[in-house]
């Protein structure tokens, strides 16, 4: 069971990473005047990036409640490594996630909300862009946590 939320965790990020990615680039695209704003593509793909996020966020939350429970029984002198690195899930990855969901969150709220597509735009490219980033830097934190 495990296993199949992890590689769920896994796909769902990779697919969020590259949802947001094109949420930035057209925002991007959008703010010097090249795209207009589309209630489809502007919108409801940045619905779907926060249901990915908050998807996350509870088979993140799951991950974490089955790895402390394995976690427990195996703290010893001896394991203090598996210790050490569990802070990595349980403080940096956690708040970094936080963040990437509250400003997607943002997002998606100024998207809908403002009445320029201009400033949507920009709230878009700022907002998601800030998600995303926080997303890559989580992503390259773990990648380097386990290549040692």
Request: proline residues 0%; hydrophobic residues 60%; charged residues 10%.
């Amino acid at each position: 069971m495990y296993s199949a939320i992890l590689i769920s965790h896994i796909v769902i990020s990779i697919l969020l990473i590259l949802l947001s990615l094109y949420i930035v680039i057209r925002s991007f695209f959008g703010v010097i005047g090249k795209v207009s704003f589309s209630k489809f593509q502007d919108i409801k793909l940045s619905i779907v990036a926060v249901i990915f996020l908050y998807l996350e966020l509870i088979l993140g939350i799951l991950l974490y409640a089955i790895y402390i429970n394995k976690l427990e029984t195996l703290i010893t002198q001896a394991n203090a490594n598996a210790y050490f690195s569990a802070r990595f899930w349980a403080v940096e990855h956690a708040i970094l996630m936080f963040f990437a969901i509250l400003f997607g969150h943002l997002g998606l709220v100024y998207a809908k909300n403002l009445s320029e597509d201009k400033q949507k735009f920009q709230k878009n490219l700022l907002y998601f862009g800030l998600s995303s980033m926080l997303i890559f830097i989580s992503i390259t934190m773990n990648m380097l946590r386990n290549a040692q």
